[in-house]
């Protein structure tokens, strides 16, 4: 690990999300789609970071403002 380069991360440090959040629901299809094109756009484009977008898929059932 001495030699490796550090790379950006487009997460948040210690980002605490939950399902139970207090804001307002958003259309769950329209939260699909998008999850759905970062999932392609990761897997074409491998400097894409997958971490993210595999959390943010834990929220398609009912997805919030803050999901989003």
Known sequence: ???SKPIFT??????KMTRESD???VDSTH???LIGSL???SATRPNIIIY??????RYMEEPRVSHL
């Open 52 to 57: 993210g977008v595999g959390l943010l898929s």
């Open 23 to 25: 804001g307002k629901r």
């Open 39 to 41: 999932k392609y756009l």
């Open 10 to 15: 487009p997460i948040e440090e210690k980002l």
């Open 1 to 3: 690990m001495e030699h």
């Open 31 to 33: 939260y699909k789609i």
